[in-house]
């Protein structure tokens, strides 16, 4: 019968991020934060800087944030963490409601990444590519990147963050465009550079680009005229502080029609009124049900929405810093800036000006305006039907990608996985942000993005490796018979686990303790056993390990976790590697939060030695010895969590006489794990105050030392 092997080693997976900005770099953010196995991961960017994008790499400080900075955190889980950067980092008077410039939130989406590249494992590595991907291939359940420098990828898994493409100009305009350098994109470096006093300007669009490109022309003291038109020739709303509002709607009563759901928010809007609150709170309360309700509304509902109510939505939900405000109604006050309802018809080139005909709205009546530049401020586009982009050629080309129907952005499963032309959800290709604006609607913004970011790390890294320590030579074979004997420290409530082939008779003890010399050696000459290792799952605490004394007793090899704080060991162990002994095999599972290089170890498949990482129905503190609450859910949950429900669970230390538990009880029955979320669990680890172990300041460098011989033993075998 033939072999089924599996590796003995986890060979690191590599995950292509394509696009450096805002999404791209919370992804990997996110990876490098909750990654406990081998992983690289090659962020690849045409710009140099990462992290900033069109919207972070503003050069002028006039351009605010739309939310305050209280609501800005890169993580759904720790909501001040951007708060707290910027008091770290020289901007201690900011407040939550402070609307900050967009270049400093650039800074940190960008430290946000260096420090999680600091502080990922070290087998966890990030490369930033300065080059743009021009195609995709799939090859043999893998995916081959192509570059434009013609180097080429093999990566097991690829997220699309490609963020914003340039806006598309109204057909009148575009006919004269690639004759004349006074069309500009607003999002170009030279949108308005090279400007006359006296020159008039007119911005195609009206909404939060227009309101950047006002901004700036006021910044650099702009004195022309500003035209903006637009069809409904609506501006975006000011922020106000607001009363949270009640939940008004249930999802699955919730109207069905674009008509039934503005009357019904406008029904809101005027209760709200009479109790004296602001409409903004209303349009806040749809918030966290905006995606749901988008997608239970029939198709033929969400194209009459984006026909009538998309542009009034828009103005109100998307609002802006109200420092921002005064500048645009201060323009508009004094003249300098108009506003147009309208369509505009034509657009026809004069020596050095731009004649433009629009069509009023309301009245049909025609404008014709007269400038010396045009400005696209449309916004982005995202018809994937219409782009002209390589990489999206290639996917089309091979089926790999579906527009949606809508005509904005590519469908996408609920995991943000690609779906292909026939609705299947691709293992390989996954998407964030304006993508999946068809199936979603409000996906863009930061409080979005950052939960579609989180997820999709947390989704990817189970999907490299959903079973990750398993290691089977021959699946039909009988396990190998093994010697397996749990030892108890009454004083520190350790178990020290001896085991040992039973043909051979080779015996490895791990985690011994110094007060049990004299009990280990006996076991060990009653079963005639000869001691090979000892083996560490962490530099203990709470206890001295015995390890010196039983090397100096039988010669046994000490092998401790690799990039443990020890430089006395015989042998260091990897995360992955197999330990073996005589028939037994012994996994070693990188399991870092209860301290920094923390193994558990994995036993013929089927007794797993968890020691501090988890205990039954708890584990291990995380409060000193570099250890992460954080690493340690992920360790647990990423890892542990995934093996078979019946794998045996022996930990390092229990309190109330419990000597085996199961994974299956664990994931079901664990108090510090079951229900809880990675953020609620880093609360609870946090929140523990305990005391220090009473043996901790002899215990620890005494065990870095291979433990401290303290009594002189002259045991025989």
Not at 221 to 229: L, P, S, T
Not at 282 to 288: K, Y
Request: aromatic share 6%.
């Amino acid at each position: 019968m033939n072999n089924c092997m599996m590796n003995r080693t986890i060979s690191p997976s590599t995950i292509a991020i394509i696009g450096g900005g805002l999404s791209g770099s919370l992804v990997a953010a996110n990876i490098m934060r909750k990654a406990t196995m081998p992983l690289f991961i090659k962020l690849i960017e045409r710009n140099q800087e990462v992290g900033r994008g069109v919207a972070y790499g503003t050069p002028f400080e006039c351009h605010l944030l739309n939310v305050p900075a209280g609501k800005m955190s890169a993580f759904p889980d720790e909501p001040n963490h951007f708060l707290n950067w910027l008091h770290r980092n020289g901007h201690e008077e900011v407040k939550a409601s402070t609307f900050v410039p967009r270049k400093v939130y650039g800074d940190y989406v960008q430290a946000t990444l260096s420090e999680a590249e600091a502080n990922a494992p070290a087998y966890v590595m990030l490369e930033r590519i300065v080059d743009e991907a021009i195609a995709i291939r799939s090859k043999n359940h893998n995916l081959m990147v192509h570059l434009s420098s013609g180097e080429s990828l093999y990566v097991q898994k690829a997220v699309l963050a490609l963020g914003n493409f340039p806006a598309s100009l109204p057909k009148p305009v575009a006919c004269v465009e690639n004759h004349n350098d006074n069309i500009r994109d607003a999002w170009s470096s030279h949108a308005i550079a090279d400007l006359n006093p006296e020159d008039s300007i007119l911005l195609i669009g009206s909404g939060l680009t227009m309101v950047d490109a006002v901004v700036a022309l006021h910044a650099k003291g702009f004195q022309g005229k500003i035209h903006a038109v637009s069809r409904h020739g609506l501006k975006p709303c000011s922020h106000k502080p607001t009363i949270p509002y009640p939940t008004f709607i249930d999802l699955e009563t919730a109207p069905k029609t674009a008509r039934e759901l503005l009357h019904l928010v406008r029904q809101q809007v005027r209760t709200a009124d009479e109790q004296g609150q602001d409409w903004r709170a209303v349009i806040d309360a749809l918030r966290p049900v905006t995606q749901e309700i988008w997608q239970t509304l029939p198709l033929k509902e969400q194209k009459r929405f984006l026909r009538h109510v998309k542009a009034y939505w828009e103005v109100h939900r998307h609002q802006i810093a109200p420092e921002i405000a005064d500048v645009l109604d201060a323009a508009e006050e004094s003249g300098q800036l108009s506003y147009y309802a309208g369509r505009i018809q034509t657009c026809q080139q004069f020596d050095n000006k731009l004649t433009v005909t629009i069509s009023e709205r309301e009245t049909q009546a025609k404008i014709v305006l007269q400038v010396n530049r045009i400005i696209n401020c449309t916004g982005s586009n995202c018809n994937y039907r219409s782009l002209q982009h390589p990489l999206l050629a290639s996917l089309q080309e091979q089926h790999l990608i579906r527009p949606n129907v809508l005509s904005m952005g590519i469908d996408t499963a609920v995991n943000g996985a690609l779906l292909d032309a026939d609705g299947n959800a691709s293992e390989l290709l996954y998407t964030l942000g304006t993508p999946r604006k068809g199936n979603l609607w409000e996906t863009t913004a930061v409080g979005e993005i950052r939960v579609q970011a989180a997820n999709l790390a947390q989704d990817l890294l189970k999907s490299l490796n959903p079973i990750p320590y398993a290691v089977v030579e021959n699946w039909f074979a009988p396990k190998p018979a093994m010697l397996f004997r749990q030892l108890f420290d009454k004083e520190s409530s350790t178990y020290t686990y001896l085991i040992a082939d039973p043909q051979t008779k080779e015996a490895i003890l791990v985690d011994p303790v110094s007060e049990q010399v004299e009990r280990d050696i006996q076991i060990l000459r009653e079963l005639g056993l000869t001691l090979r290792y000892c083996l560490e799952t962490h530099i203990h605490a709470d206890h001295i390990t015995a390890t010196s004394q039983l090397k100096g007793i039988t010669g046994c090899l000490s092998i401790m976790p690799e990039n443990a704080q020890t430089t006395c060991a015989d042998r260091y162990i990897a995360d992955g590697k197999i330990l073996q002994l005589g028939n037994i095999q012994i996994q070693a599972i990188a399991t870092p939060g209860h301290t920094d290089s923390h193994m558990a170890y994995l036993v013929n498949n089927t007794h797993l030695l968890t020691g501090d990482a988890l205990f039954i129905r708890g584990c291990g503190r995380t409060d000193f010895q570099n250890g992460d609450a954080g690493l340690l859910y992920d360790a647990v949950t990423q890892k542990l969590f995934t093996l078979p429900d019946d794998t045996l669970v022996y930990p390092a230390h229990d309190y109330q006489g419990q000597t085996v538990s199961t994974i299956g009880e664990e994931k079901r029955w664990n108090p510090r794990f079951a229900g809880h979320s990675r953020s609620q669990f880093m609360m609870l680890m946090n929140n523990l105050n305990l005391p220090y172990p009473k043996k901790m300041s002899e215990a620890v460098p005494a065990n870095q030392h291979g433990g401290k011989v303290l009594v002189a033993l002259d045991y025989q075998i």
